[in-house]
């Protein structure tokens, strides 16, 4: 199983959108990885159609989205009309055909003893690809989510947890329960006051020693 802090694996796979060797495709982006058991199947539904709907938030990040099936390319693209016709939006991003399911195993998603037709599979057998990934520019995993078959995914929970990795990365801010963007963020352990100085130099809250508190410099425009 993938853990945060792995290096998220590389791979070559087909796509609705063509051949892609996936960290070639992620660059120097932020990426989210999200599985899905087959197509065709009513949550995932209407969770491709909601991350279509919320994608120029993700490019507003510098993130890339792409989804992964066991499902060929065609019946994922089949599957994209349904999404278009009943969630109201068209899917603007790749889905992996994970065929051979060497994707789904590479990422802990699926026993390595699985083999044979994917499309013989059952969405149930299929039930543990339910993960969300997120991976830096360094390509390495900084989150993983796993959510049951019968519970629909929060990806507005997706653009929280990577605005606060993006205030970790690029200003070593860390962010307390229930932070949303605009809210006051907390000074990373790792930052010595004599550093928090220089690039506080207004100050911080400081109810305890360890819990240092300024305004959010990022603030909503993530």
């Known amino acids: 199983m993938l853990t945060i802090g792995d290096n998220a694996p590389d791979f070559e796979a087909d796509t609705t959108e063509g051949r892609i060797s996936f960290h070639d495709w992620i660059g120097d982006s932020w990426a989210v990885l999200f599985s899905h058991p087959r197509a065709f199947t009513p949550v995932c539904t209407t969770e491709l159609g909601y991350m279509a709907s919320i994608k120029p938030e993700f490019d507003r990040r510098g993130a890339k989205i792409i989804a ?13 009309k349904d999404i278009a016709e009943t969630q109201g939006a068209e899917v603007n991003y790749p889905i992996i055909a994970d065929t051979d399911h060497a994707v789904s195993k590479a990422y802990g998603m699926l026993p390595a003893d699985v083999e044979g037709d994917p499309t013989a599979r059952t969405p149930a057998q299929n039930a543990t690809l339910r993960n969300v990934f997120v991976i830096g520019p360094d390509k390495k995993i ?34 307390p329960a229930q932070w949303q963007p605009g809210d006051p963020v907390i000074i990373a352990g790792s930052v010595s006051n004599d550093q928090a100085k220089e690039r506080f130099p207004d100050g911080w809250e400081e109810p305890k020693p360890y819990i240092r508190i300024v305004p959010d410099p990022v603030g909503s425009q993530s």
């Open 68 to 80: 992964i099936s066991t499902d060929p390319v065609e019946g994922s693209s089949d599957w994209s």
């Open 142 to 175: 900084k989150l993983v989510l796993i959510y049951p078959m019968t519970t629909g995914r929060n990806f507005d929970e997706v653009l929280r947890v990577l605005d606060s990795l993006k205030l970790t990365a690029e200003h070593q801010l860390t962010t």
